[in-house]
């Protein structure tokens, strides 16, 4: 292992890491693993890139020196960024899987108990094939999980590098919720979260902010596509901020005109939920504790909204396309994962179909402490409530304010302000 102080972590983490990672190799009976997921690949060894898609793993021995196998032109990440010495690249000519065979036999590791992540994205089947009818000599077996055991509580380090991408995420969110007024696009709004989250530290996540108005908060997943925002409708956000492939997320919502009863009772029954977390969980629940917490308080409503997704998931190390971690640990009804210091999560008690066409969310990244939870963010959790809009020029009509933060200063004065404001439109 080479030593060098210009990582994303000092070196002792990197050899944490792999030490807890070569007693769960020994646990499993094994002599030596190939990990090719992106993330589990950071994770150990600080590499990254967006050419994921082609073959890489990283073999770790039970006790010889790791190497990488990689696309050729991958080499150069495997020099710049990790403390990885040994590596045995394939031209895009190559065969990769032949380098990965040869590599093995060079290594002596041929004819040894080798675990393989078998549901790796980027290790297809084809592949797995080629590796089973060829090392006819050893032993391959599943060893799916085998980092993630190491992931899914993050050290101290790791939460504090996690509160620079929360800084991100808060940077993006106030920026898109400025953004939002009657004429402007939804695009307008991408454009104004993603240079909110870039200005403020924050790199490319690995999905882009969701943004959607009006009726289109109703699909899933949906994001911006060049709709014009209309008077008097409201605007759903979805947040990832990045900074060294650790993420963290938060939902709000903007409200265009008048706050609804049906709104303003989403915004509480989720702030409710929100705060029982806070109050309740702490290392020892179960994760189908939690969900069963969130989702009985969202459930009791009269709006015609519900939960209609798990309650939270897993969030740190993520590459596209998702941001989360929850194929490792998700919130919902069954699940018998225990919590424990240092695990980290997007709870989302997001509320879908109001008054069946409107979806609306308030939600927070937080990790659990010895004896609680915190969260990432100290941005306020209430609906932003700009004052009803033309349809030509929000700015222009008399009266307008516009809201410059979301904090509980700026609402209490703004709910006085809007009370003339929208008796005058």
Known sequence: MIKRDDMTFPPEEYERRINELRQRIAERHLD???ISDPENIMYLTDYQTTGYSFFQALVVPLEKEPFMITRALEESNVIARTWVDLTRPYPDTGDAMQMLVDALREFGLANK???YERNSYFFPAYHQDVIHTTMKDGKLLDCFGIVEEGRICKSDVEIELMKKAALATEAGMQAGIEACRAGVTENDIGAAISAGMFRAGG???????????????MIGHATWEGRTVQPGEHVFLEVGGCYRRYHTAMMRTVILGEMSDSMYKAQEIMKHALSAVH????PGMTVSDVDNLVRNIITENDIGARLITRSGYSIGIAFPPSWDEGYIVSLKQGESAVLKKG??????????GIDGDKTCGISDTIHITEDGCESFFSMDRDFTVKPEEGRQSAASEPGYIELPTNSKKNRKAADKTEVTNVSSC
């Open 32 to 34: 030596a693993v190939v």
């Open 113 to 115: 108990r080798i675990g």
């Open 203 to 217: 790199e490319p996540p690995a999905v882009m902010p969701y943004v959607t108005s009006g009726p289109r908060t």
């Open 279 to 282: 109050k309740m969980v702490q």
């Open 343 to 352: 695990m980290t999560f997007h709870l989302i008690p997001w509320m879908w």
